[in-house]
């Protein structure tokens, strides 16, 4: 898997999952949702280790299902 995460702001962005070219996440109130994304101008590579626990049990989790369903993850949100 050669999934990179980035951050801008107070959001991150999940490449190079599967098939999916980008997914952005965000926090909404106590969970983070997805949605399709396209990485912004001036977005900063994040490590995987320095991301909130929660965050990143939600982007392995992503990551396996789009190395597993390819294409067809990408109509799927949360």
Sequence with gaps: MAARVYRH??????????????????RQGQEWVSSPASLPDGAQKAAFENLPEELREELLAFAARAEVMGAAVRQLGN
């Design 9 to 26: 702001g107070d959001r991150f962005y999940l490449t190079g999952a599967g098939a999916i070219t980008c997914v952005g996440w965000r």
